[in-house]
């Protein structure tokens, strides 16, 4: 017979096993822990970018037990995507870069984690707002696919015209504010011995860039949106129309610079910097492209695409595409901490972090104002700042990206003579019409 003590030991022992094999109680959801955190889970992060690990200070500081290691590589298809097919991907990942993941595979394989819940918690920074009210205005659509939130897209890119305050100020000239102004500039250029206007002639979609910027300017967001939902005729559109003809000027009054047409970006850039090229479009990411090569005194600025009058739709507005998509695996171990993680990423101190530091601007609202930084990244930050709710976008580039190329090729071709106005839209519908046709093409739509 088992004496009472013996029993008394084996009950003792019995609770101590079963207590270790229970599972740990979650902690409750409160604005300071919206996801219910286990403090002592580690983050898996893997980022293709160094400044995807710049939360990873915050995370810790809030969560001291977990382990937060941040891996940094290139080869995110490579590595990550046997991970996503055995079901054990990380618990955010950040993905730019020639080897990026293509997203819209890995939302039709339904591997995404809908981060709606992300955009309506608490904000980092102040729990009496939620994270998407602290956020550029339309930037999230970029990271939405048929209505659901699947990355949050973590840069905001620039578009305008760049060119040297310096050389400027030395010849006495402004930056135009309409585009008569811009090809009366151009006119000076040409007769002070300098090439007035170049693109990228081997990436023409730069061109078509501005095009399109012109075009919603000219007629307001609807021109775009059409564009986007493959409606019927958006490309014949009057200001479409008017913006392709404008640019066009650059071309019949010899306002481009010799040989555009065979520069690639680098190369037109570098014409740029040696001040032999006195305007060119792209976008703000031109600072750390050409990192080095910049001359310390020629004040890289950036101005914004010029209305065709002064009575635009968007007098305002500005180009701007959020890039650098961010997201939380549908099957990641730690989901709650990969969501938490990213919303400290989408904080204001964050964010400041990697303006000052990347030399680029994010989609937080109003973190980069008031940090020193030279005229390239200053004069991106203000055209931003002035824009407000006027920021102009488009999506049908990622959506459709060989339908894009076309476009782009098209537009090119305009600039190098070889295509008419009227050839140039009705190439441009005629593609866009068979696209909307054609059944194995996944469609987008945008409100």
């Avoid at 059409?226 to 650059?250: P, Q, Y």
């Avoid at 973190?367 to 824009?387: F, H, I, K, P």
């Avoid at 990622?398 to 190329?405: I, L, M």
Wanted: proline share 6%; with cysteine; net charge negative.
């Amino acid at each position: 017979m088992l004496r009472r003590r013996t029993l008394l030991q084996g009950a003792l022992a019995g609770a101590v096993l079963s207590g270790c094999t229970s599972e740990p109680v979650a902690p409750p959801v409160s604005k300071e822990n919206p996801f219910s955190v286990d403090g002592n889970a580690p983050v898996d992060l893997v980022f293709s970018e160094e400044y995807g690990g710049f939360a990873a200070a915050a995370y810790r500081k809030k969560y001291a037990a977990a382990v937060v290691a941040p891996k940094l590589t290139p080869q995110l298809s490579d590595q990550l995507l046997p991970r996503f097919a055995a079901g054990n991907p990380p618990d955010v990942v950040l993905s730019t870069g020639d080897d990026k993941l293509k997203v819209g595979r890995l939302v039709k394989e339904g591997q995404l984690t809908d981060l709606q819940q992300l955009l309506d918690a608490p904000s980092w920074d102040n729990p009496d707002a939620v994270v998407k009210d602290q956020l550029l205005p339309d930037m999230l659509d970029f990271g939405s696919y048929d209505g659901t939130q699947r990355t949050v897209n973590y840069i905001a890119s620039v578009y305008g015209i760049w060119y040297s305050a310096s050389l400027f100020q030395r010849n006495g000239w402004e930056a135009p504010r309409t585009w008569p102004d811009l090809l009366a500039l151009g006119a000076d250029m040409k007769a002070a011995g300098l090439g007035p206007f170049m693109y990228a002639g081997t990436h023409p979609y730069y061109l078509l860039e501005l095009v399109l910027t012109l075009a919603a300017k000219t007629g307001g967001p609807d021109v775009v949106r059409r564009i986007d939902n493959l409606d019927d005729g958006a490309w014949k559109d009057e200001s479409v129309t008017r913006a392709i003809t404008a640019v066009g000027e650059l071309t019949k009054r010899g306002l481009l610079a010799p040989g555009t047409a065979d520069y690639d970006h680098i190369g037109s850039q570098k014409r740029l910097l040696a001040s032999k090229v006195g305007m060119l479009p792209c976008g703000n990411w031109l600072e750390n492209e050409m990192k080095g090569l910049i001359p310390q005194d020629f004040a890289l600025t950036m101005f914004a695409a010029p209305a065709l009058d002064t009575s635009p739709a968007l007098a305002s507005g500005v180009h701007v595409a959020a890039t650098a998509p961010v997201l939380v695996p549908d099957k990641a171990k730690n989901k709650a901490g990969g969501l938490e993680y990213l919303r400290a990423l989408l904080s204001a101190d964050v964010a400041a972090q990697v303006t000052s530091e990347s030399k680029q601007l994010t989609i937080v609202r109003g973190a980069a104002d008031g940090l020193e930084m030279g005229t390239a990244l200053s004069s991106a930050r203000d055209l931003l700042a002035s824009a407000g709710d006027q920021l102009i976008t488009w999506y049908f580039d990622d959506w459709y990206p060989e339908f894009a190329t076309a476009a782009a090729a098209a537009t090119g071709q305009f600039m190098a003579g070889g295509l008419q106005q009227s050839e140039w839209t009705a190439r441009i519908q005629a593609a866009a019409d068979k696209l909307k046709q054609d059944k194995a093409v996944t469609k987008y739509h945008r409100d």
